[in-house]
């Protein structure tokens, strides 16, 4: 993911370490058929000025070469610290969360550690690249420490690395909690809903929806309008369900997340039950608590595993409508209630601090061998 696509894990945990170390941010771009030869951009982001960002992007005619691009990629990163970015980034601990960087980066950057923060099971998207697996296992290999975001995840990456610790997304229960405060304004496109009942998801729209369910949702009640706020990724338009009371209105700024939140009426989850899906455990889930609405989710494992007390979990279409129903009809404040306590004690500086620590044992580890 590129820093300012979707502010998610990678953006709350490096924005947060920014605050006491210097950050080089590696992102390649999608290829371009206009570019003769590779290229790349740094810059130093203004919001997180100890961030240097490093945008890199390839020819549509040589990304399909993986043996150049890995070079490339090398290379452009190395003549970046040899020249305008010499002496700022020297010994890293250098952090991970494609494992298709491994062959590039890992070993070739005088690094002192190694991190691996797995997100996602990435081998499981549509279009993964087939070499993903056997570089994800030498990354786990490698690491001195992996987090992973999800406890399944957990599970799977413990069994190769034995310097493994489940970390869950966390919350910025202040940003979200805006959509509880009546000075919030709501979005001018969602100002005049009348009588209209608003089921609302943001998040990436991708293969991990069950368009379907989304279809399903809103011909169940023509009063229902069914708000999805986020960007397209992997998926075609064709594939979005088209209904006068569905809203794709494609994604929208972090900053304002909260105020789309305070129009809906339920948070949705409506994920296919899929092997995108399977090892998942929703950045969401903590943020819609945050906002003190009720949230209805699909059967997602993570979900089921980590916020049954909270959020309202369906096993079917039919069932998820009917959850839907209930809580339009009357909010489980109870439930609403435990979600908001529970984001307030899942705090993305908390679990930055512990993972912080992990870090700093492993360098002292380190020192301590070295000094033997």
Known sequence: MCWDWVW????????????????LFVETLAPDPQLVAPIARFETLPAHPNITRLRM????????????VDKLRRKLLQEALLGPLAGKFENPVQWFYDPMAVTPFAGHM????????????????????????????QLLAK??????????????KSKHN????????????????????????????????????????????????????????ADANPNWEIVIVGPLAKVEECVLPRRSNIQWLGGRPYSELPAYCKAFDVCLMPFALNEAT?????????????????????????????????????NSHDGFVSLCQRAVAEPDRAAIERGIK???????????????????DVLANKLNVASV
């Open 8 to 23: 998610q894990r990678p953006q709350q945990f490096l924005s947060r370490l920014s605050e006491r170390h210097q950050v």
């Open 57 to 68: 992007q390839f020819p549509t005619w040589r990304w399909n070469n993986g043996a150049y």
């Open 110 to 137: 005088d690094e002192i550690a190694t991190v691996y923060d797995c997100m996602d099971e990435l081998s499981k998207f549509r279009h993964a690249d087939p070499e993903l697996i056997n570089r994800e296992m």
């Open 143 to 156: 690491a001195d420490v992996v987090f992973t975001g999800g406890s399944r995840l957990y599970d799977a």
């Open 162 to 217: 034995d310097n493994c610790h489940f970390y869950g997304c966390g919350v910025d229960s202040e940003h979200f909690g805006k959509a509880r405060d009546p000075r919030t304004a709501l979005p001018p496109e969602l100002r005049n809903k009348g009588d209209k009942k608003m089921l609302g998801y943001f998040g990436v729209v991708d293969e991990r929806m069950d368009y379907e369910l989304i279809a399903r949702l």
């Open 278 to 314: 399977e090892y998942i455990n929703p950045t969401k889930a903590l943020e819609y608590m945050a906002t003190g609405t009720e949230i209805i989710s699909s059967a997602v494992p993570d979900v089921v595993r980590n916020f049954a007390s909270v959020v309202k979990i369906a």
């Open 342 to 360: 529970m984001a307030a004690n899942h705090s993305w500086d908390s679990i930055v601090a512990q993972m912080e620590g992990h870090i700093e």
